[in-house]
């Protein structure tokens, strides 16, 4: 489809909620706010509704998708969650944590939102918008990040329609999400373990396993190439070369700065814009200057790496 703004944009007030919950109960795709990014949201127990998204995202479909719940009772639902689970989703729910837990026999989710695999991704988010979603539909909400596979993930509504415009129904525009980066995902093992699957704004304190395409597929965001903006990207750049625009840090300034103060919080928030505007500028190379691996520096520099691959 071609034009502009071919999807509809909807305030995610009262009324622009009801007509997403309208949507989603016919299988249509809306794209919605998230304390982390927007998602795509669609009903994970339809299969036509789960197909729409890996359409409209031009998705693997070996890569599984995240469902949301409204909290703990209903993820218990779709899948088993040991003590272990269970302590981690009590500490963190509502918020930025995905739990991979093995998945109930009886879950009556659609077969692609799992991708085959005996395990299913769970969140319980904490963004008012999406809770306002869960509380008003019957079902849990299949919703990976709303823009094209591997393409830039979206903070914005505007980012939402640079890749997806036309190819579903409807973004509710809730303004720019806070944290910046996807959830923290985390695999609870059967023997208790915790297997950190992707980094995000919740640090849990355990070794990552192994990256790149040796390791399964498990979760969302473990694919080597991911969040590309279409142009190289060269990494810990003090400065840029004239081709390049740059994405600065700290001391380093750029044409686009994550955070001036050097604050790696306020980098994840920047994270997705600053490489969605230069994905539009006009130089052709894009440089990155150094971020620390600290706190959520870590989620950054998983990211920009996935970008540059």
């Given at each position: 489809m071609s034009g502009k703004n071919v999807t509809e944009v909807r305030l995610a007030d009262p009324d622009g909620i009801a007509e997403a919950v309208r949507i989603l109960e016919s299988g249509g795709l809306v794209a919605v706010p998230t304390e982390t990014v927007y998602g795509l949201a669609a009903r994970a127990d339809s299969a036509a509704a789960v197909a729409r998204i890996y359409a409209?995202?031009?998705r693997p479909d070996f890569n599984p998708l995240i469902v949301h719940v409204a909290g703990l009772a209903e993820a218990e639902r779709y899948g088993v969650f040991s003590p272990a689970a269970r302590a981690l989703a009590q500490a963190h729910w509502p918020?930025?944590?995905t739990l991979v837990v093995p998945r109930r026999s009886d879950a009556g989710?659609?077969?692609a939102v799992t991708a085959g695999l005996p395990t299913i991704a769970l969140r319980a988010p904490a963004h008012p918008v999406m809770q306002a979603l869960l509380a008003a539909v019957d079902f849990p909400l299949a919703a990976p990040s709303a823009n094209r596979s591997g393409f830039i993930s979206p903070t914005s509504a505007a980012h939402v329609?640079?890749?997806?415009?036309?190819r579903i129904a409807m973004v509710l525009d809730g303004g720019i999400t806070a944290a910046g980066v996807e959830s923290t995902i985390a695999a609870v093992r059967a023997d208790g373990s915790i297997d950190e699957l992707r980094p995000g704004p919740i640090p849990l304190g355990v070794v990552a396993g192994k990256e790149g395409s040796a390791r399964p597929i498990e979760a969302p965001g473990q694919l080597a190439s991911h969040y590309a903006p279409g142009k190289p990207v060269r990494l810990n750049a003090a400065r840029a070369e004239p081709d390049e625009f740059l994405i600065g840090f700290g001391m380093v300034q750029g044409d686009c700065t994550l955070s001036a103060s050097g604050d790696v919080t306020e980098a994840a928030a920047n994270l997705y814009a600053c490489l969605h505007e230069?994905?539009?500028?006009?130089?052709?190379?894009i440089a990155v200057a150094p971020v620390p691996e600290d706190a959520v520096g870590r989620a950054v520099n998983d990211r920009l790496r996935r970008a540059a691959a």
């Open positions: 409209a995202k031009g918020g930025p944590l989710l659609a077969e329609l640079t890749s997806l415009d036309g230069a994905a539009r500028a006009p130089q052709l190379r």
